[in-house]
């Protein structure tokens, strides 16, 4: 039996499975969990079981996130930083 995605939860086969971080991932849903940028073998980094691109990576482990900040012209949204305070 194929194993579900970590992403969608959709049947995973062979020809598009990715393994890592112990569990099995499409390709496609294979993505940095904040920015969404596709990610591979090489160029993934590891948190808490959730895939993350270098560069959020490095937000993440000096505490500082991303947070969407609507814009009044166009009703888009653009990131900012923001350092976070973290509960000792």
Partial sequence: MNPQCAR?????YPTEKVNCLD????????????????LNMNNYKGYEKKPYCNAEMHLVWNNVRLAEIPRRSTGNT???LVKCKVNA
């Fill in 23 to 38: 569990k099995h991932w499409h390709k496609g849903c294979f993505h940095c969990e904040v920015c969404k940028m596709a």
């Fill in 78 to 80: 653009f990131c900012v």
């Fill in 8 to 12: 969608c939860g959709k049947v995973v």
